[in-house]
């Protein structure tokens, strides 16, 4: 009756490292969520070409993150996959993720430049005396 107790037991505990590693790999897309969210946001607000490739950076970026997360763990668990096949897997998300960061990037460049273009205009901001 022990002995069956105790397996119980380390099957659940081992049941519940799981879960509580697989939440932990989670956090890491809470980031790209909040981001992906804001650029939605902005896009929604102002329909731009920074909006439109901040957007699209960080949703792709977020795919990234889920399959690195969520996708890449689950096949190497259960699909026992090649180091080739995991290796080819690697190399292509990471040039996806690459030029995911460039369009977002691009993007926001474009926004910090239109951003400081209209800051600098004090032309007009300051009337004229009339001494």
């Known amino acids: 009756m022990t ?3 105790s397996k119980q037991l380390i099957k659940t505990t081992g049941h519940m ?5 697989t939440l932990l790999s989670l956090v890491a897309i809470i980031s790209p969520v ?9 896009l929604a607000k102002k329909s731009a070409v920074e909006a439109i490739l901040m957007t699209i950076g960080s949703g792709i970026g977020l795919l990234v993150t889920l399959f690195y997360s969520v996708l890449m763990p689950f096949l190497l668990r ?36 239109n951003t400081v273009k209209k800051n ?11 001494d």
Do not use: M, R, W
């Open 120 to 130: 600098t205009d004090f032309t007009d901001q300051f009337p004229k005396s009339n």
């Open 34 to 42: 909040i981001l992906f969210g804001t650029c939605c946001y902005f």
């Open 78 to 113: 259960d699909q026992h996959l090649a180091y080739t096949e995991v290796s080819q897997y690697y190399t292509v998300i990471g040039i996806i993720s690459f030029i995911a960061s460039l369009c977002f990037a691009a993007g926001f460049l474009i926004l910090v430049t």
């Open 3 to 5: 002995l069956l107790l």
């Open 17 to 21: 490292n799981s879960i509580l590693s």
